[in-house]
């Protein structure tokens, strides 16, 4: 991209509506603008790092073998009125009337849709276990909306559902999500630890909440640094495969051993007895939450399978949330620094800026051409007709892991500088040298 002719409104202000380090960010780095409370516009930069989340999002997804699908935004209120939600959800459900009187909602949520859509189709014990997702648009009319896109009104959610035969069939859909959800963050370069926690509106007896470190998050949290050596991704031995039941229990079970809790169900006398030096305590964002929750929805909705006699089962259900949207600024709490952002290689929206400091010089400007034609999409080719000191804190601001930097003299001689935004570290190297460093 070609930043003299984008859509990436920066500004140079801290805007005065924003309270925390990385709503001021997106705003600044021109990622989002706000259309009304708690509802936002992705702007060309903001959009690239969404579907970056989006992309490790699935394929850890269809990896674990989960399939995926897309339900609507807006649903019948009908359905809610046969699980039974409908009344007590509240305020927070946004409720429409269609032309012909009949109330519709817009989805905060999809228990009952994907639970009808299973009752339609699934007939067979034979067809369990499946696993359901959608990336999906979600509305909540939160009471405080706040800090940008972490607690929107309107938001993009990964919601997963499972269907399986009995509890034991459940546990071992459970725990394959969990596992998927730790190799997603470890993805996203975040340390995300699984606590136990309160199922609230959506109900069920079995439920974890994955949670970031970040000071501004909105829960105290207290947990085992053990959580932070466990290298969830790796396949070599002491590795978890979430296609073994084994390895699943022997994963759960480190899950579960090492303390974490956030201050809700914080336990004074067992954190104590947690080593001095492995105690980590801080503040929380939640980035994702898992429910067990039987047959809550199944039952009153009479989803149900023929077992192998003949006689109905009815399926034990899960469900599986991922704050797609919410990521986006909780990546950017967890890592920024006074310039702006720190983008993890996997979800910067360019891997690396060209910075042209002397536009019109044609040394300079045939080695950025020719930078940027090799390096097309990934980069943003910083071309403005502006000084080196604005192009530099705009590079920064914005948070590319690389910045291709393109003088005068250098041009010359035909070299360029490389910096490394997350360590400021620069060498002077051939551009074929710079590119080879990038793995470009
Ligand atoms: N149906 C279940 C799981 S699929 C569910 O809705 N779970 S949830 O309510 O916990 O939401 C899942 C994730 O969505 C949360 O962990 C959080 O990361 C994100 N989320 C929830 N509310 C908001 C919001 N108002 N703004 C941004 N993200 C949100």
């Known amino acids: 991209m070609r930043l003299s002719h984008s859509f990436v409104p920066t500004l140079k202000e801290t805007p005065s509506e924003a309270q925390i380090a990385s709503h001021r960010l997106m705003l ?101 276990p499946q696993i359901l997702y959608h990336i999906q648009w979600k509305f909540r009319d939160e009471v405080r909306p706040r800090f940008g896109v972490m607690r929107g009104r309107e938001f993009l959610m990964k919601d997963g559902y499972s269907f399986d035969l009995d509890y034991a069939g459940a546990v071992v859909s459970y725990r394959k999500m969990m596992l998927t959800y730790m190799r997603t963050f ?17 109900g069920g007896d079995l439920s974890h909440e994955f949670i970031i470190l970040a000071p501004t998050g909105e829960s ?24 073994n039941a084994t390895d699943l229990e022997r994963f759960f079970k480190e899950m579960t051993t090492h303390y974490a809790a956030t201050d809700e169900k914080h336990d004074a006398t067992k954190w104590a007895q947690v080593d001095a030096g492995r105690r980590r305590e801080g503040r ?72 042209n400091l002397r536009l019109g010089d044609a040394a300079c400007d045939a080695l950025c051409e020719a930078l940027y034609a090799k390096l097309g999409s990934a980069a943003l080719y910083d071309d403005r007709e502006e000084r080196a000191g604005a192009k530099f804190a705009d590079a920064d601001l914005m948070g590319h ?5 393109v003088g005068p003299r250098g041009a010359a001689a035909g070299k360029v500088e490389l910096k490394r935004r997350a360590t400021g570290e620069r060498l002077e190297l051939s551009p074929e040298d710079a590119l080879a460093r990038i793995g470009a």
Request: proline share 6%; aromatic share 10%; charged share 20%.
């Open 401 to 405: 892991p690389w910045q291709i930097i």
């Open 284 to 355: 929380g964002i939640e980035v994702g939450h898992i429910f067990y929750f039987g047959t809550q929805y199944s039952k009153p909705m009479g989803a149900t399978v023929a077992g192998p006699d003949g006689k109905p089962i009815i399926p034990e259900m899960g469900s599986y949330g991922i704050g797609v949207s919410r990521l986006v600024g909780a990546v950017i709490e967890a890592s920024h620094d006074s310039a702006g952002i720190i983008w993890p290689d996997s979800l910067a929206p360019f891997k690396a800026a060209i910075l």
């Open 28 to 128: 600044r780095a021109g990622l989002v603008r706000q259309t009304s409370a708690g509802i936002y516009a992705w702007l060309p930069v903001g959009f690239r790092v969404l579907k970056n989340i989006e992309r490790i999002v699935r394929e850890e997804q269809n990896a674990a073998g989960a399939q995926e699908i897309l339900m609507p935004t807006i649903q019948p209120a009908e359905l809610w009125r046969e699980s039974g939600r409908y009344d007590g959800y509240g305020k927070e459900m946004l409720r429409i009337v269609d032309r012909h009187d009949r109330d519709m909602l817009y989805g905060p949520t999809n228990e009952e849709v994907v639970t009808d859509l299973f009752r339609q189709s699934v007939k067979s014990y034979r067809e369990l």
């Open 220 to 243: 105290q949290v207290f947990y085992d640094a053990a959580f932070e050596e466990i290298d969830y991704l790796s396949q070599a031995a002491g590795g978890f495969s979430h296609d």
């Open 186 to 202: 470890q993805r996203m370069g975040l340390k995300a630890i699984p606590m136990e926690a309160e199922s609230g509106p959506i």
